[in-house]
């Protein structure tokens, strides 16, 4: 393996960037920076905050040393912004440059930070921007779990030149070995660093009401195992504060008691577990941030796990008297606000919820979230950062990488919601939010405080805060437009080499090891048991196997004969018509019955009957033992209201009546009739494998049982054992045979082609289907070729587009059939994409693969209303956040916008016609203004 050229021989380049630094490196640091300028990469796990970057900053040290090229990549825009803006400062500008799709600052430059997704695409470009890459630096890297778009990074690791040096930078995981296994089989020499040492220590604790107790009070530890003590006080209080819930439960029967107003219980009272009453109330969130600045564990963020819920929270603080900040701070928070904001429309500022948002700024508070607009959020950033807001109220997403650590965490509930419902936090979720807790050199230790409800038990709370066990798991899986350049660049033999490199399949076939083992242990039983028995080759065990056989046989005909029966009931009940008479078979129903409405279903036939003995209802083929085919018919008045005693006594007495002359079958065979039916029934091959049976020399043993009871178990295990293989093999290549069946969709659909020898070349469609990233990159591949959006002007091809990208937070799509001002091009546009969605659905179905996303509408008229007016607020009252008219917040208009552009950026540099072209760039322009365009980065 070619190592990257060294600087000049006998510097020390550690020496050298040490002594640039104001502080001294940590025993991890020093000894990942050494493997590094030793050649290897390495892959470095520690907690949040203690200082893993500084590793990726040497491997840019060395790639300048040696005039060579390194990239620093991130898993989102603003940690790359924030990673350039921090190189800039100690390199110079000249030195690094930024590629994130929105930005391309100096992308020649020796140094390039960019977002992950960047250099996958340069990688499956060729993009001569490789040449002389010695170092990539991929921070975060356990975004590799992300679902959505964790795959990227694995095609990095994958893809990247040998003679690269990676330098991988986690969170703590509990697999990091395994980890760096991986990394090492597919990259070569790798250094594993693993530090769990948090630089500043952290305390845990629960406040209850409006006092902070400890968490714990210290280990104890036995022969086998230590176990974490809670503090006694806080347990003492919590049993208190109980028993007076408890004591309060009583009240008087009468007005006031609990269930007679609607569930509330009286005013003052809370429903507790249970449905109980209770008197305790939390503290209200000014009272949270006063009495943490009381104890002097400001500044704090306060997770909550909902935006609107981050709002509320400001709003709560800026009614109260609240107030943080002293004046020469709130000069200062002023003056960086006018400085951020300098750019946005003063028009807009009503609509953004700026003057708000400006008063809690002033007074030391805050909310960050998604939806926040950008500009709003990278300065609640920068202020919070200089120590100027001192209570932040966060969703989750402020855990991610951004460096905003602080004195204390808040955790409000130890429930979120996760997309689908509210599920617990897990303790890497909890371990990911308290890490933030602890500022490096300012304080001495970090503090995590979870706010104490009736449902939150101190041990449970101990629990998450003191498990380490948090694995990292792979979401790599083939895409289409991973599949079409695997297929561009190498054929399906090497694609399937690639993919068997990935640590998706690693984790894959370390997972099966366990079932192998199984597998061996029941093959050591299975010689056991044949030792016994004589032999694999013994007669007993294929006069066993005959006798499975038949059995199986018997089983099979059985359900054939019972299915065969169902379906000719089902057809008979489909076939009947109003006035028909037939027998029900079976059931305290049984006896005639006359039809007073067909089945309506066929699939599922349930006519609604009216039987002899008065009773009415719908009837399905699980009634019948025998036919159900009618045996008569009768006359029926136009109307029956069979739900009226009388009318059904009427219409059951004119059925006695109509059937008198009938010739009615009986239902139940006659004796011996059933065995002479079985006997009609067996098919030749059951009779044959009877008469072997018969026949076999192991039939007339005397301790035949006996000896086939043993042979019986060798047979089960024989079964399992089979069984646990289709598991070992649906494991083993799995990430190779989904790409097979993208591959054969692909061939189906002309953007690849098999020539000889098994070969695959990639059409001119295919090649355009390459140059697509995005998650819906097969159906915007099809829309350009099919030409379902020409013809569309620069407002029109944005709205259209939305569909493609855009997503509901609630449960439903936006309404496809009518998008409200959408203009006659526009509809044709959204018909034709979803036509070329539904048939690509059908296609994955048909080959087992996962199903494309829905084309959502939700967005539609928003962003045709943006880019035709530039007005904000008609435009965000056009957005639906959840496809039932909540409209979006500026942050996520600004967000989907800015989604919108990378996909319109994709198709001007793809879409076949000059046309389309032209339209996909005034739809940029049309789009990057206002609030778009402010604070872009």
Known sequence: MTKPPEASPGTNQLDGFTEQLPFSLDAFQIRACTALEHGHGVLVCAPTGAGKTVVG????????????????????????????????????????????????????????????????????????????????????????????????????????????????????????????????????????????????????????????????????????????????????????????????????????????????????????????????????????????????????????????????????????????????????????????????????????????????????????????????????????TAGLVKAVFATETLALGINMPARTVVLERLVKFNGEQHAPLTPGEYTQLTGRAGRRGIDVEGHAVVLWQPDVEPADVAGLASTRTFPLRSSFAPSYNMTINLAHQMGP????????????????????????????????????????????????????????????????????????????????????????????????????????????????????????????????????????????????????????????????????????????????????????????DVDPELAALRDQLRAHPAHHLTDREDRVRVAERLLRIERDNADIQKKVNAATNSLARTFDRIVLLLVERGFIDEVDGGDLKVTADGLLLARIYSESDLLVAECLRSGAWNGLDAAELAGVLSSVVFESRGDTPGAASFVEGATPAMRRAITQTRQSWSEIRADEQRHRLSTSREPDTGFVTAIYRWVTTGDLSASLSASDASGSGSPLSAGDFVRWCRQVLDLLDQVRNTAPTPALRTAAKRAIEGIRRGVVAVDAG
């Open 57 to 384: 900053e040497f491997a840019v040290h060395l790639a300048l040393a040696a005039g060579r090229k390194c990239f620093y990549t991130t898993p989102i825009k603003a940690l790359s912004n924030q990673k350039h803006n921090d190189l800039v400062q100690r390199y110079g500008a000249d030195r690094i440059g930024l590629l994130t799709g929105d930005q391309n600052i100096n992308g020649d430059a020796p140094v390039v930070v960019m977002t992950t997704e960047v250099l996958r695409n340069m990688l499956y470009a060729n993009s001569p921007a490789l040449q002389g890459l010695s170092h990539v630096v991929m921070d975060e890297v356990h975004f590799l779990a992300d679902r959505m778009r964790g795959a990227v990074w694995e095609e990095v690791i994958l893809h990247l030149s040998e003679d690269v040096r990676l330098v991988s930078l986690s969170a703590t995981v509990s697999n990091a070995e395994e980890f760096g296994g991986w990394i090492q089989t597919v990259r070569g020499d790798t250094t594993v660093v693993v530090d769990e040492h948090r630089p500043v220590p952290l305390w845990q604790h629960m406040m209850v009401g409006k006092r902070v107790f400890d968490l714990f009070e210290g280990a104890e530890t036995t022969t086998d195992r230590t176990r974490i003590l809670v503090d006694p006080d806080l347990l003492r209080h919590i049993a208190h504060r109980r028993e007076a819930d408890r004591l309060s439960d009583w009240q008087p029967r009468g007005r006031g008691r609990p269930g007679h107003d609607g569930g509330r219980g009286r005013p003052g009272h809370r429903l507790g577990s249970g449905g109980r009453p209770t008197l305790y109330r939390p503290p209200s969130r000014p009272d949270v941030i006063g009495v943490l600045d009381h104890e002097g564990l400001l500044p704090a963020i306060t997770f909550v796990f909902s935006r609107a819920g981050c709002d509320a929270a400001v709003k709560q603080c800026l009614r109260s008297s609240l107030r943080l900040t002293n004046d020469e701070e709130r000069t200062r928070i002023a003056e960086v606000i006018d400085r951020r904001c300098a750019d946005l429309d003063d028009a807009d500022l009503v609509v953004l919820g700026y003057y708000e948002w400006r008063e809690g700024l002033l007074r030391g508070l805050a909310a960050h979230h998604a939806g926040l607009l950008p500009v709003f959020r990278h300065t609640v950033e920068e202020l919070f």
């Open 493 to 680: 033999e090497q694609a399937h080499r690639l993919l068997e490199r990935s640590f998706a399949q690693f984790q894959a076939d370390r997972s099966v090891v366990g079932l192998v083992r199984g597998v061996s242990r029941g093959e050591r039983m299975m010689d056991e048991i044949a030792a016994e028995l004589g032999g694999l080759d013994a007669p007993i065990l294929g006069y066993a196997r005959l006798r499975a056989t038949i059995s199986d046989r018997e089983r099979s005909q059985s359900r054939a004969s019972r299915l065969q029966r169902r379906q000719a009931a089902n057809d008979a009940l489909a076939g009947l018509r109003r006035g028909d008479i037939i027998t029900i078979g079976q059931g305290r129903r049984g006896g005639l019955a006359v039809v007073l409405e067909p089945a309506g279903d066929r699939d599922d036939p349930r006519p609604l009957v009216l039987t002899e003995d008065r009773w009415a209802g719908r009837i399905s083929s699980t009634d019948f033992s025998g036919s159900s085919a009618r045996v008569g018919s009768m006359n029926l008045p136009k109307r029956v209201e069979h739900r009226q005693p009388r009318v059904r006594r009427d219409v059951a007495a004119a059925l006695r009546s109509a059937a008198a002359g009938l010739r009615v079958p009986t239902q139940r065979p006659k004796r011996g009739q059933a065995g002479q039916d079985r006997e009609h």
